[in-house]
Nanobody, 127 residues
Framework: VQLQASGGGLVQAGGSLRLSCAASGSTFSNYVMGWFRQAPGKEREFVATISRRGGSTSYADSVKDRFTISRDNEQNTVILQMTGLKPEDTAVYHC?????????????????????WGQGTLVTVSS
């Protein structure tokens, strides 16, 4: 699976951004999709995941009620809608695809369990 993330940029605190990740090369609906982020000097961390058909979602506590993950299996796309952005949200955001093994969605919140990674898109939130 090839993943291409886009939509990052510079935004003021309180603003919104919409990240998009386009997938190609394999059956998109076979994969749990997720967004992870990595700030300078920090480890990559979980942001949100979504089940193969989009019926279940999972969020990090730090983004819950501000970010929304969705997917379109017809368009092979996963979206991260971000609102109420804070300076601490500044990071490179990566989309990831995890081969579904039938586990609970929380299993895929560990970035080490992702199978494929996109190149990342930079989000910078100014105070």
């Amino acid at each position: 699976v090839q993943l291409q993330a886009s939509g990052g940029g510079l935004v003021q605190a309180g603003g919104s951004l919409r990240l998009s990740c386009a997938a190609s090369g394999s059956t998109f609906s076979n994969y749990v999709m997720g967004w992870f982020r990595q700030a300078p000097g920090k480890e990559r961390e979980f942001v949100a995941t979504i089940s193969r058909r989009g019926g279940s979602t999972s969020y990090a506590d730090s983004v819950k009620d501000r970010f929304t993950i969705s997917r379109d299996n017809e368009q092979n796309t996963v979206i991260l809608q971000m609102t109420g952005l804070k300076p601490e949200d500044t990071a490179v955001y990566h989309c990831a695809a995890s081969q579904s093994r039938g586990y609970d969605l929380s299993y895929y919140n560990n970035p080490r369990r992702a199978t494929y990674w996109g190149q990342g898109t930079l989000v910078t939130v100014s105070s």
